[in-house]
């Protein structure tokens, strides 16, 4: 099938090359968001996707707008059979929707109808789901609501961060996703309406969102600083300063109760206390500076038996 492939970000480039060096499909075209600044300059730069495109000599679609009237006719003149998504980052109407006679198929990264919207990730190593996993599905008007075509699952590790997570799904789910089209070209493959119950939402995480709440269990803090690492990564106040975490891990030994928020640094670690046990942190990154060993970070702040983290 003639296919055009819309995408942006690293976790897309999986499918795009599957879909490139595929024998029975041609990507005629790929669409992307704009160039976006990036770097201390902030020069715009084109995305992941488009940077494999041009090195594949793929022409690159990046419309400011993509379904005004002017994108929708010059993607009908590219004809394609069917479009396919992932991570595109722009919500697509009708008349886009339109084009393709195999419509716009998306890999998405949950198991739908869980964990609908732009983080599912996030939101299912935060949930602590045991499993996981991607789903290919057409795309219809309604947010990530479209028939089902295909499902692979993935078990979420107790260390998974979500980049590590999507790593693995960006992987299995280019598979789905080529072998979803290669079903639909052949007529081997319908899809299938989503159940109406098990439906959860998993809206885009924002840097607020990312602030440590230290007045909640000790095991939903662990959870959620995995969620949003590397980005846009948790953190918390220390006095008047943002300091940025890594991963925590739950001390299941401490027999000495701290108060939510507590910061206490020994030789055996440095602690902060929430609603049950405290948490062991690991790497730690001051304004203005590279991430460090907490404990390093704890001897050049010279915290006081009153530290507090906010």
């Given at each position: 099938m003639r296919i055009v492939f819309a995408g942006?970000?690293?976790?897309?480039?999986?499918?795009?090359?599957?879909?490139?060096?595929?024998?029975?499909?041609?990507?005629?075209?790929?669409?992307?968001?704009?160039?976006?600044?990036?770097?201390?300059?902030?020069?715009?730069?084109?995305?992941?996707?488009?940077?494999?495109?041009?090195?594949?000599?793929?022409?690159?679609?990046?419309?400011?707008?993509?379904?005004?009237?002017?994108?929708?006719?010059?993607?009908?003149?590219?004809?394609?059979?069917?479009?396919?998504?992932?991570?595109?980052?722009?919500?697509?109407?009708?008349?886009?929707?339109?084009?393709?006679?195999?419509?716009?198929?998306?890999?998405?990264?949950?198991?739908?109808?869980?964990?609908?919207?732009?983080?599912?990730?996030?939101?299912?190593?935060?949930?602590?789901?045991?499993v996981t996993g991607a789903?290919?599905?057409?795309?219809?008007?309604?947010?990530?609501?479209?028939?089902?075509?295909?499902?692979?699952?993935?078990?979420?590790?107790p260390t998974d961060t979500a980049a590590s997570l999507l790593d693995r799904l960006s992987i299995s789910g280019a598979a789905l996703l080529e072998t979803t089209l290669d079903g639909i070209a052949d007529g081997s493959l319908s899809p299938v309406p989503q159940p109406c119950d098990g439906v959860t939402v998993a809206p885009k995480v924002t840097v607020e969102d990312a602030r440590v709440r230290w007045d909640l269990p000790a095991h939903v803090v662990e959870r959620r600083i995995r969620a949003v690492t590397p980005n846009p990564g948790a953190w918390t106040l220390v006095g008047d300063l943002r300091i940025k975490l890594g991963p925590v891990t739950v001390d299941d030994a401490a027999d000495d109760p701290m108060p939510p928020g507590a910061i206490r640094a020994d030789r055996s670690g440095v602690r902060v206390g929430t609603a049950s046990q405290p948490v062991l942190l690991g790497t730690v990154q001051p304004p203005g500076k590279k991430p460090m060993d907490a404990a390093a970070w704890a001897r050049g702040a010279r915290l006081d038996e009153t530290a507090t983290a906010t």
């Open positions: 942006t970000p690293e976790p897309a480039l999986p499918s795009l090359r599957r879909l490139i060096d595929s024998a029975r499909h041609e990507v005629v075209a790929v669409l992307t968001r704009p160039d976006a600044a990036a770097g201390r300059r902030a020069k715009p730069s084109p995305s992941p996707v488009a940077q494999l495109a041009l090195e594949r000599g793929i022409p690159v679609l990046r419309p400011q707008r993509p379904n005004s009237d002017e994108f929708v006719a010059e993607l009908a003149e590219l004809a394609p059979d069917a479009c396919a998504v992932v991570a595109y980052g722009a919500l697509l109407r009708d008349g886009l929707l339109a084009v393709p006679e195999h419509g716009w198929i998306n890999l998405h990264f949950s198991l739908l109808p869980a964990w609908r919207g732009a983080a599912p990730v996030q939101a299912a190593i935060a949930a602590g789901d045991a789903t290919t599905f057409q795309i219809e008007p309604a947010l990530d609501s479209g028939p089902v075509y295909g499902v692979v699952t993935e078990t979420v590790r």
